[in-house]
Nanobody, 115 residues
């Protein structure tokens, strides 16, 4: 099983990034997929998720209106489009897959928002 994130980097405030997470080793379409983030000295927090059953999405208050989570089951990939980025969005972003008691994590991708 693998979850490999990409798309992180350094961006100025107000900029955009698109993260991607490619999954392998399990039946991707059955799993709800989430993006979490962890800033230095803080706990890991849920940013956004997309459910397997019907594609329903859910966002943290901090992400609503700025971030969009989507998935492409044909490509085994989940995306996080992040717009209007703020310095407080700086964190390592992790991909998570969950299906009942089965849960997998990626290694994360660093997002730094700074001028």
């Amino acid at each position: 099983v693998q979850l490999v994130e990409s798309g992180g980097g350094l961006v100025q405030p107000g900029g955009s990034l698109r993260l991607a997470c490619v999954a392998s080793g399990f039946t991707f379409s059955r799993y709800s997929m989430s993006w979490y983030r962890q800033a230095p000295g803080k706990e890991r927090e849920l940013v956004a998720r997309i459910f397997a059953a019907d594609g329903t999405t859910d966002y943290a208050d901090s992400a609503k209106g700025r971030f969009t989570v989507s998935r492409d089951n044909a490509k085994n990939t989940v995306y996080l489009q992040m717009n209007s980025l703020k310095p407080e969005d700086t964190a390592v972003y992790y991909c998570n897959a969950r299906f009942f008691s089965a849960e997998y994590w990626g290694r994360g991708t660093q997002v730094t928002v700074s001028s």
